[in-house]
């Protein structure tokens, strides 16, 4: 439902999971949404959406979630900062996350193609932002193939902890740049 933009209904989805893991005594689950608050501060331009990702990531240190914890932080504050319009800030962990972070900081030129996960469509949407920063798609393929291929109304990723605005928004502005160059 995150992915669609029904966020108000995934709100409702994470309340009752909140309900269930207090009942249960399943911890780790107020930790995801907690995630996912900070996510929907974010996507609605909250002052303190910075500050609510900072204190989800602390909430996750030691959960024994490496795989989500490593870089995290840094993607969704990198992601914050493109959906505002703001400077990438200088990442201070960003695990697998740096090839994309690097580049809308002006690093790399080619990108690997984000992995098969639950992150890839925000890391396309960090690769099509660094690509219009730059002039170039930034990829180690060029557009690939298997890009995805979003509902218009999509917005990255279908985590639901991190948002980078609408995939159509940057499909439209790169499309608006290729018939620029033609």
Same mark, same amino acid.
């Given at each position: 439902?995150?992915?669609?933009?029904?966020?108000?209904?995934?709100?409702?989805?994470?309340?009752?999971?909140?309900?269930?893991?207090?009942?249960?005594?399943?911890?780790?689950?107020?930790?995801?949404?907690?995630?996912?608050?900070?996510?929907?501060?974010?996507?609605?331009?909250?002052?303190?959406?910075?500050?609510?990702?900072?204190?989800?990531?602390?909430?996750?240190?030691?959960?024994?979630?490496?795989? @989500?914890?490593? %870089?995290?932080?840094? &993607? *969704?504050?990198?992601?914050?900062?493109?959906? =505002? $319009?703001? #400077?990438?800030?200088? /990442?201070?962990?960003?695990?697998?996350?740096?090839?994309?972070?690097?580049?809308?900081?002006?690093?790399?030129?080619?990108?690997?193609?984000?992995?098969?996960?639950?992150?890839?469509?925000?890391?396309? @949407?960090?690769? %099509?932002?660094?690509? &219009? *920063?730059?002039?170039?798609?930034?990829?180690? =393929? $060029?557009? #690939?193939?298997?890009? /995805?291929?979003?509902?218009?109304?999509?917005?990255?990723?279908?985590?639901?902890?991190?948002?980078?605005?609408?995939?159509?928004?940057?499909?439209?502005?790169?499309?608006?740049?290729?018939?620029?160059?033609?």
């Amino acid at each position: 439902m995150q992915a669609l933009g029904d966020l108000e209904a995934a709100a409702v989805h994470a309340g009752a999971a909140d309900s269930l893991a207090a009942r249960h005594d399943r911890p780790s689950v107020a930790v995801l949404t907690r995630w996912f608050a900070a996510m929907r501060a974010a996507r609605d331009s909250a002052p303190d959406a910075a500050d609510r990702y900072r204190a989800a990531a602390a909430a996750l240190r030691d959960r024994g979630m490496p795989g @989500v914890e490593h %870089g995290l932080l840094d &993607l *969704a504050l990198t992601c914050l900062a493109v959906q =505002r $319009g703001e #400077p990438v800030p200088e /990442p201070v962990e960003p695990g697998p996350y740096a090839p994309w972070i690097g580049a809308l900081r002006g690093g790399p030129t080619e990108l690997p193609d984000p992995p098969p996960d639950q992150l890839q469509e925000a890391l396309w @949407v960090l690769a %099509g932002r660094a690509g &219009l *920063a730059a002039g170039t798609m930034r990829s180690s =393929r $060029g557009r #690939p193939r298997h890009s /995805p291929r979003p509902s218009t109304r999509s917005r990255a990723p279908g985590s639901g902890m991190i948002t980078v605005g609408a995939v159509a928004e940057t499909l439209r502005d790169l499309r608006a740049r290729d018939c620029r160059r033609r």
